[in-house]
């Protein structure tokens, strides 16, 4: 174990490669052999109690930086993409901010949200340098439980993973064209000619998300104030439930691609399918702004702390 304040190592090594010198550098600081690569179906973690740290990595940041996942051989490509430090951490910590804090102190300084279906409130501390993030977490005591510093993600609406049937993203090309066609999307995001290509029907939904929008449709790519309204049409975080895309798809063409079974019948990329659910979006987007549906993740009020 080390006396050393490990925050400068711990800066320098989140968002690098678990075989970078950097993320070597504190493995060893922290008593720990070198980090080891994570899998689509683990994450591993570094837990040093005694310091008041955990370093975990993964092989999954929702980040165009490391999009998308891929294999050196047979490994895969992992990254430190994230620590939790807890009130025993001695190191340095972000500026403002003391473990001994209460509720009032913290958001008398820094954006206080209730976040998360378990309504956990935190609050956004300054960025500990570009590309990371830092957030605490108050526990049931009213003083913070935890505090994480991460790689800087974006929330994702629809993603083409590499590993994916062609087929099985046709439901969210309608989507991310209605995004398109219905200026969802941030100013500059698309060129004249591939929205005029779009307008005008030469290229399908799913063709243009995959190629147009390579395949991504995050947080960075819709204006800000659609942001809640996509994140929880789409990951099926609306209130009421059954207001989600993955509900309305069902609705409409009987199941969403993915999850039919082999030699029954998709639905197909195609015009005829958008419009079919294109007016169910402009809907959902209706009742959001009119308040009959809501994001559960994304309240900004009060919360009543358990004592």
């Given amino acids: 174990m080390?006396?050393?304040?490990l925050t400068p190592l711990l800066?320098?090594?989140l968002g690098k490669r678990i075989d970078d010198p950097a993320a070597m550098a504190l493995s060893e600081a922290i008593g720990k052999k070198p980090f080891k690569s994570a899998t689509p179906n683990?994450?591993?973690v570094a837990v040093a109690r005694k310091l008041g740290l955990e370093a975990w990595t993964s092989m999954h940041?929702?980040?165009r930086s490391y999009w998308p996942y891929r294999k050196e051989g047979r490994v895969w490509v992992t990254w430190l993409s994230y620590a939790f430090l807890y009130p025993n951490y001695r190191g340095s910590l972000p500026a403002g901010f003391d473990w001994q804090m209460d509720d009032a102190?913290?958001?008398?300084?820094?954006?206080r949200r209730v976040e998360g279906v378990n309504q956990a409130v935190r609050f956004t501390l300054p960025l500990p340098r570009k590309g990371l993030k830092a957030k605490a977490e108050l526990g049931s005591d009213g003083r913070p439980a935890h505090l994480l510093l991460s790689v800087m993600e974006e929330r994702n609406y629809a993603t083409i993973h590499p590993e994916s049937s062609p087929g099985h993203n046709v439901e969210d090309g309608f989507f991310a064209a209605w995004c398109a066609l219905n200026g969802i999307l941030r100013e500059g995001r698309l060129e004249a000619g591939c929205f005029d290509a779009l307008h005008a029907r030469r290229i399908?939904?799913?063709?243009?998300?995959?190629?147009v929008l390579a395949g991504l449709l995050w947080e960075a790519d819709v204006k800000p104030e659609y942001d809640s309204f996509c994140h929880a049409y789409m990951n099926r975080l609306m209130d009421p439930d059954e207001a989600t895309a993955l509900?309305?798809?069902?609705?409409?063409f009987g199941e969403k691609n993915y999850w039919r079974k082999a030699g029954e019948p998709i639905t197909?990329?195609?015009?005829p399918n958008y419009d079919r659910i294109a007016l169910r979006y402009t809907q959902r987007l209706e009742q959001w702004r009119r308040g009959e549906i809501s994001s559960r993740v994304d309240w900004a009020g009060e919360i009543t702390l358990p004592r």
């Fill in 268 to 271: 197909e990329d195609a015009w």
């Fill in 2 to 5: 080390t006396g050393q304040d």
């Fill in 105 to 111: 102190a913290l958001n008398a300084r820094f954006e």
């Fill in 42 to 44: 683990n994450r591993y």
């Fill in 61 to 63: 940041i929702k980040n």
């Fill in 204 to 211: 399908t939904p799913l063709a243009f998300f995959s190629t």
């Fill in 11 to 13: 800066l320098d090594a």
């Fill in 247 to 252: 509900h309305d798809v069902r609705q409409i």
